[in-house]
């Protein structure tokens, strides 16, 4: 029989081969968490390497991500379809197995790590997604939702701000089916954490309400395997298993010490490994019982099998709920939502209101949410402002987790991670809000949305300086540029109700990267448009008012100051002038040539870019020989019309500007 610390060993040589022959990475931490992963894996983890994507499995994440190897020896070993050629390639381009672990390159990657902090934070919102999903869906004696999330961190998790906000909503939630391990091995890059990381963090997460098992022996088997049974035992609140870890275990010179944490061990160290370890196997080679041992192909086969008998025995019980269950997991739409959706917005543009496009945004949640009831929205403590609730909206407690809303506390950054995991988990459309100046709280969670490719829906209100009294700390000035210059990130700023309704719908149907939804505070008017311009809405930018023949003039705006626009053409009467409304730039820019020349034909170069926002981003659509009103600075304090006078968003100054340019 093949000992336990074998087949731990096992992850040690084959992260510390695969970093050597890359000649970077970080071989600590898997060499140091080898005997953890290895019961949790092998004992505890419920998923199927044939079957990736198992509704039911186990979810596994490791937070500190710069340990890939760790994941990606597992992943090989098990089973998984990732090759030894693969592993061999860590690091390399167009690899399965990247530097951090990425969502989407290796079967069994349940999200992209490496940002410390964010996989657990990915981790809480998997676990609530679980217990929301479980009282939504389950019933007696037919539990269909019933899986666990454990996550690796360490001691950088533990720091970073973010694993403070989620931790503590966590403990809040009595989020039982979440169990973290903290690695403390007491090394960070600089060296020993004493110096900067003396936190009582058992005592921390105790106060979160999570229950803590303290100095467990990370290199004990039998002790982790005690403590992960504890854990499971534990239904109504978050476990943390505090392992103490040797970092790089088995390198005789630099274990214990930083040397080992983002370096290649170097050859000679590397055979002193093998020595101290009694491996004696060459690079990449593992013998066949090894690989028998770790195997779980058969055992995830019978495990989704015996899932499917208690699903199968479901859906004779309670058939719609099973279709229902089904839909949502395989992350498919209504039948009939595209001609509901369409006729709302027919009836929107039919009665016009002149409203704020936040209530407009409130307004699309109130007539979608009954038809998707797979949305789980939320705000960071700004429901009232933010208006994300809807008269569906039933709060998710620790005690009735039943519901479809969930206040996540001033939390912006954790709340927008937790979305990510909520819709890596699966069986939600997750929406967040807050006001868009506090996206910045949380900007590295919507860079990771996006790389992911994960439908999060991110709502932002207060969308400029027109919140006004607030001042420069509340007023956004850069924040929708560097929204749009996010890769794969679609952004929406409309400027009445019928764009947000149409903004919503292009969110919910976007499967492959997240939706930032800019709402306005103050009352927007709305503007006519016949069935060809509102169908045209979708495409991002759009001709919403036109003059006879060629124009001489095109002004471009987005949200409240399209009409600035609108007025300003009305005065330029004897002026040839064209307004063209373009709400997402991203979608505008995504229309074939000859659509975008019909809209901004490119022999009219007299063209004034509006909005009160940073004005550099719409050099791209004006060009050098036209001209932007927007904003060279931040904000003040002040009543609204105030400050859009006082920086120039004003109709004078429009036309004042285009008569400038009429003339050069």
Request: with cysteine.
């Amino acid at each position: 029989m093949i000992l336990r610390s074998k087949l731990a060993d096992t992850i040690r040589v084959l992260s510390m081969d695969a970093v050597q022959k890359a000649g970077s990475g970080h071989p600590g931490a898997p060499m140091g968490m080898a005997d953890i992963a290895e019961v949790l894996w092998r004992d505890f983890l419920k998923h199927n390497p044939a079957n990736p994507s198992w509704a039911d499995r186990d979810r596994f994440i490791l937070s500190n991500g710069h340990g890939s190897m760790l994941i990606y020896s597992l992943l090989h070993l098990t089973g998984y379809e990732l090759s030894m050629e693969d592993i061999k390639s860590f690091r390399q381009l167009h690899s399965k197995t990247a530097g951090h672990p990425e969502y989407g390159y290796a079967p069994g990657i349940e999200t992209t790590t490496g940002p410390l902090g964010q996989g657990i934070t990915n981790g809480v919102g998997m676990a609530l997604a679980e217990k929301v999903l479980a009282e939504q869906f389950n019933r007696p004696e037919h539990e269909v939702v019933d899986h666990h999330t454990y996550v690796f961190m360490g001691d950088g998790c533990m720091m970073e701000g973010i694993s403070h906000e989620a931790c503590s909503l966590a403990g809040t939630l009595g989020l039982g089916k979440l169990v973290a391990f903290w690695d403390d091995n007491g090394i960070s890059i600089d060296g020993d954490v004493d110096g900067w990381f003396s936190d009582d963090t058992p005592k921390r997460f105790e106060a979160y309400g999570w229950h803590v098992i303290a100095n467990v022996d990370g290199h004990n088997a039998e002790e982790i395997h005690q403590a992960i049974s504890e854990a499971k035992a534990v239904t109504d609140k978050p476990t943390l298993i505090c392992c103490k870890t040797i970092i790089g275990f088995g390198s005789p010179n630099k274990s214990a010490s930083h040397d080992c944490h983002g370096a290649p061990l170097g050859a000679d160290e590397v055979a002193l490994v093998r020595k101290n370890l009694g491996w004696e196997q060459s690079e990449f080679e593992i013998p066949q019982d090894i690989y028998k041992a770790w195997d779980c192909k058969e055992k995830g086969i019978n495990s989704e099998s015996e899932w499917q008998k208690i699903f199968d025995a479901y859906q004779v019980a309670y058939p719609e709920l099973a279709a229902e269950f089904t839909r949502r997991v395989t992350n498919q739409l209504p039948e009939n939502w595209a001609s509901f959706s369409q006729e709302f917005i027919q009836t929107l543009q039919a009665n016009p209101q002149t409203i704020a496009t936040r209530k407009a945004s409130q307004n699309a949640i109130e007539a979608f949410g009954p038809l998707l009831p797979e949305f789980l929205g939320g705000s960071a403590d700004l429901t009232p402002s933010n208006l994300t609730n809807w008269s569906g909206s039933k709060a998710i407690t620790a005690q009735d987790a039943s519901g479809n809303y969930l206040s996540y506390g001033v939390r912006e950054f954790a709340m927008s991670a937790m979305m990510n995991g909520i819709t890596l988990h699966g069986g939600f459309i997750p929406y967040g809000g807050t006001f868009l100046m506090f996206m910045e709280y949380a900007r590295n969670a919507l860079r990771m949305a996006a790389l992911m490719k994960q439908r999060s829906i991110f709502v932002y209100t207060h969308d400029s300086i027109g919140l006004g009294e607030d001042g420069p700390t509340h007023q956004p000035v850069e924040q929708i540029a560097s929204l749009r210059l996010t890769p794969n990130m679609s952004t929406w700023r409309p400027c009445d109700q019928v764009e947000a309704a149409v903004a919503w719908k292009s969110a919910i149907e976007r499967f492959d990267g997240p939706t930032a939804l800019i709402f306005s505070r103050q009352n927007l008017v709305q503007f006519e448009r016949d069935q060809q311009t509102l169908s045209n809405v979708a495409k991002g930018g759009y001709i919403l008012s036109d003059c006879e023949g060629e124009p001489e003039l095109i002004f471009i705006a987005t949200g409240s100051e399209v009409s600035l626009a609108m007025e300003a053409k009305k005065q330029l009467n004897n002026v040839r002038c064209r307004v063209v409304s373009m709400p997402a730039t991203d979608v505008f820019d995504a229309q074939d040539e000859e659509y975008q020349q019909s809209v901004l034909p490119s022999q009219v170069t007299k063209r004034i870019a509006i909005e009160a926002g940073i004005r550099d981003y719409w050099f791209k659509y004006t060009g050098l020989q036209g001209d932007i009103i927007g904003m060279t600075s931040f904000g003040e304090s002040a009543p609204a019309e105030q400050l859009f006078e006082m920086f120039g968003f004003s109709v004078s100054n429009v036309v004042t500007k285009a008569t400038a340019l009429l003339e050069k």
